[in-house]
């Protein structure tokens, strides 16, 4: 079993990395981390749906490119390696992954090609505040195709057009597609640590809503999206990881003190060499995932939960340590660290914490052993 990318996927990654070179530098990210009336960058979006990866995933049927899954994990590392500041994740992996599996063809028709076209920014709308939300706990309603209710946080819903919002119908729960431009929505923008990657409140009053998936798997739908897009996400966070431990290792082969580079010294080897620990176990788990993500395979659950656990815990550690070694400097507002630093600690809950992942980790190879 071959779990490296071919040659097809690595040409395709070194595109992705030469456009974002030129199209996603760091004031790019800068322009909308600074500019608190901006929560992406428009120019971006537009490039990147014109390079086709909003659709890269999606059948030419729909206007999409067709491509596997293990192509959407090369543009993914990409991403999170530039920290791009766009909706990608919110879009591709949630919206368009959940539409494609689990939507109508009259779903599908409707809003599949105006994702590759960039028209429908896309987001998950599960949380209703603080702690996890469950089948007793569940507020927001839908009676009559109407949705009525509060979801927060809402990551990139201050800019969605089309959110997947898990609600109650008939005290079980679903899953419904909503238009966030019509009426009987009103929004509110939250302040975030990673401002790259804006947060909403949503109140709900009457909108539209559309069933997506069987009446009262709610859940179970969510939990599927999810289990895809956690090993999309590690492949962000993968690429966000390798980037702290190079500038990690420029700045200190260039630092000098006591009158010699400070990578001499063994605290500082030390802090490479465990990033790179790190990095390598996350990779090999986000490889395992992107497999099993790409075959639709069985074990998809335990290597989507191994991904997304490994993924967290290198991306924080390596943005962290990124700091540490740059020293005092590392703080500033001006060095670029925090900008690594405020995206891993946004990755690392966008699709649930760690911790549920962890549990679900443990509950899924319970089930294994005991079948």
Known sequence: ??????????FLKDEARKFLAAHCDVAVVRGVLDNADRSFDEKLWKGVAEQGWLGASIPEEHG???????????????LGRAVAPIPFASTVYILAEGIMAHGTNGQKAAILPRIAAGEVIGCLATSEGPGVVGPNTLQ???????????????????VAHSALVLASEGGRPGLFLVDLTGAGVTRETLKSLDPTRGVAKIVFDGAIAERVGEAGAGFDIVQAILDRAAVLLA??????ADRCLEMAK?????????????????????????MYVKNEVA???????????????????????????????AFWFASKENIQVHGGMGFTWDVDCHLY??????????????KLWKERLVSELEKKNAA
């Open 64 to 78: 999409g490119l067709g491509l596997g899954r293990i192509e959407l994990c090369a543009i993914a590392e990409e």
């Open 235 to 240: 492949f962000e966070q993968l690429g966000g």
């Open 283 to 313: 990779r090999s788990n986000a490889y395992y995932g992107a497999w099993a993500l790409n075959d639709d395979a069985p074990e998809l659950p335990i290597a989507a939960s191994a991904a997304r656990i490994a993924a967290s815990d």
């Open 140 to 158: 927001c309603r839908v009676e009559g195709g109407k949705l009525s209710g509060a979801k927060i946080p809402v990551t990139d819903g201050d």
């Open 341 to 354: 630093y405020r995206r891993s600690r946004q990755l690392s809950l966008v699709a649930g914490a760690p």
């Open 250 to 274: 420029e700045y200190a082969l260039g630092r000098y003190a006591f009158g010699r580079v400070i990578a001499g010294y063994q605290a500082i080897k030390h802090k490479l060499a465990d």
């Open 1 to 10: 079993m071959d779990f490296d990318y071919s040659d097809d996927q690595k």
